[in-house]
Structure formats: structure tokens, C-alpha cells
């Protein structure tokens, strides 16, 4: 654990997010800058900078594969694209992005450009996705 990292502190419930799924080892959450409706990121609960050095690896895109059919099903998304960056926040995560033919991107998802839900609404697709899980 980090005391400063924003996401360290959204595990240990010191800042709010709109919770998608938990587990033991994994919590995933809407990104308050949503790339697309249900945009969401999947993180360790462990304080780990890259992606790669997340342990049990292949838990850990399971959980992203299953919180991505969760929003695709839940607002019927084309397909579903899985980008990991690594330096906007250094705690590893995983942008889980459904994709639609009329969303914000091209055939390339740019982290620049990004839809405006108001609370109500985020609230609304985060239970959407839980109810789809
Ligand atoms: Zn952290």
C-alpha cells in the first residue's frame, strides 16, 4: 500500500469510486474520465506499478475478461478493447473500454477524448454492469 497513490486510497476506501467488482485480490471501478459508457478499470488491490508485476497475472485479466462481457452485455458494445498504459497512475490497471460503431474513437481508442456522464447517470452504468456480472 501507498499513501499517496489515488488508487491505493480508492482500495482502502478513502476516496469514493462507482464499484463494479471486488474480490480478495481485485477491484474494478468506472474511470471518472470514461473513454465510452462503461468504461471501467480493473486493479490490484496490491500497491504494484506495471501491469506485469501483478502475481497471479492471469487472475488478473480474467477478472478484466469477465468486467468487460459484463459491459458488453450490459450496453450491447461491439467488442471490447483492453488498454494498459501504465503512466497516467503508477499503480498497474486495466482499461476495459466497450466499444461502439458511434463512439468517440476510430479503429484506435485515444485516451484524450472522453464522454460526460453526470452522477446519476455513472451510478446507473455502474449497476448496470454489476447486474450483468
Ligand atoms: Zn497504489
Known sequence: ????????RIVRGEL???KVYEDNDFLSFLDIRPLSRGNCLVIPKKHVKWVYDVENFGDYFEVAKKVGLAAQKAFNSKW????T?????????????????????GPVVDINVFEKFNE?????????IKENL
Open 120 to 128: 446519476g447517470e455513472m451510478q446507473k452504468i455502474a449497476d448496470k
Open 16 to 18: 469514493p469510486c462507482y
Open 1 to 8: 500500500m501507498n499513501n499517496d497513490c489515488v488508487f491505493c
Open 80 to 83: 471490447i478493447s483492453f488498454l
Open 85 to 105: 498504459l501504465g503512466l497516467e497512475v503508477p499503480h498497474a490497471h486495466i482499461r476495459v473500454i466497450p466499444r461502439y460503431e458511434k463512439d468517440l474513437h
